[in-house]
């Protein structure tokens, strides 16, 4: 998705679907308005719901709708939270940001549950827009937003994604393609869905990965 307006106040309502009903307790990293935080409460998702976010500007009148938030670039800040305490924590478009996300994700990874879950959102290089920019053009050009947003310090594929997450002793239990919105994410989604009989693991349609990922050697199920 583009930058525009409202791109700091989007609800990740793809993030919300992979959390069930619950009075879970919710950390997201770079929580933005926080008004996906604010969502999982209104839907019985969330008991207690915690925020950091490195602009305080942007969090505006909502500051005081999250139970905690820290300020503060997340490489550099020390959280103070209790060790075993979230059931999720979630990373949406956060950790190609980062100039060391498996340092972010290895330090933040005691603060979670056994039975909890890191929840990520990450984009997919390995994308057919991407690729053929590459090839045919010679074109590797960044932009205000998207998989080349030029705020992106990683890229990543679905490989790199695994090998991310085991650097920081994290272990996948599950990661699903996500197509965005629109009528160009409904043709990819059909694409990836009649592809997928013919060329298994294919990835070169996904825009991005949904992850979610335990503690290793956790006692928490897929």
């Not at 009148?61 to 020390?78: P, S």
């Not at 290089?125 to 050009?141: G, I, M, P, Q, T």
């Amino acid at each position: 998705m583009d930058k525009g307006e409202g791109y700091f106040s989007y609800v990740r309502w793809d993030i919300i679907s992979l959390i069930p009903k619950g009075e879970h307790r919710i950390l997201e990293v770079g929580c933005g308005t926080g008004n996906t935080l604010i969502k999982l409460r209104e839907l019985q998702k969330a008991g207690e719901i915690v925020g950091i976010e490195i602009n305080e500007e942007t969090l505006q009148d909502n500051f005081n709708r999250l139970d905690a938030v820290l300020i503060g670039d997340v490489e550099e800040i020390e959280p103070t939270f209790e060790e075993d305490y979230f059931d999720y924590i979630i990373f949406a478009d956060v950790l190609e940001h980062l100039v060391n996300p498996a340092t972010v994700l290895k330090r933040y990874a005691p603060y979670l549950k056994e039975t909890g879950y890191v929840v990520a959102s990450i984009p997919n290089v390995k994308n057919y827009r991407v690729l053929l920019d590459l090839v045919l053009h010679d074109k590797f050009e960044y932009a205000d937003g998207g998989i080349l947003d030029r705020s992106h310090l990683r890229f990543f594929t679905r490989r790199e994604i695994h090998n991310l997450f085991n650097q920081a002793g994290l272990d996948i239990v599950s990661i699903q393609s996500g197509f965005g919105s629109g009528y160009l994410g409904n043709l990819d989604r059909r694409m990836n869905n009649s592809l997928g009989k013919f060329l298994p693991g294919a990835s070169f349609l996904t825009v991005q990965y949904l992850v979610r990922a335990i503690r290793g050697n956790s006692a928490a199920l897929p």
